[in-house]
């Protein structure tokens, strides 16, 4: 299908939770801004142009129709940062906030700072400044030409 358009990007993620409000201040530490809330156990949170869902395992679990646990389950995220030193903040952020730092803030082998952290229920993020790739909107890594 080359004549296709590309597909949008995600328009929300949703994590399965063990505690809601544990993981609000864990996402509000990182600055993120609560969209908004349901009372079955569902948080939306603003998150750039995608909005971050946080559910109880038991919502989402209903939601999907399949038996889902809090936790990392294989995935990981990560949020490209505009300057090194928003990876030191952000490790912080995350550990003040409830979260762990799992690797400590430092230069990879390809340049750049990165730090890996867990929120409250062991979803991995990976928080990284890329000299070489500065995302704008809509632009996304090009391994031929970023050389990562």
Do not use: K
Request: proline content about 12%; charged content about 20%; overall charge negative.
């Amino acid at each position: 299908m080359p004549d296709a358009p590309p597909l949008p990007g995600p328009s929300h993620l949703s994590l399965a939770v063990a505690d809601l409000d544990r993981a609000l201040r864990f996402y509000a530490a990182l600055g993120l801004r609560t969209a908004g809330r349901a009372p079955a156990g569902m948080a939306m949170l603003a998150f750039g142009p995608v909005t971050l869902c946080l559910l109880s395992a038991a919502r989402l679990s209903a939601e999907l129709g399949a038996p889902v646990s809090p936790g990392p389950g294989g995935v990981a995220l990560s949020i490209n940062l505009p300057a090194a030193a928003d990876v030191d903040r952000l490790a912080a952020a995350a550990s003040a906030g409830g979260g762990r730092v799992t690797v400590a803030p430092g230069a990879p082998a390809w340049g750049g700072r990165r730090a890996w952290v867990e929120d409250p229920d062991g979803h991995r993020w990976e928080l990284v400044w890329n000299p070489r790739w500065q995302p704008a909107p809509d632009d996304h890594p090009d391994i031929d030409r970023d050389g990562n």
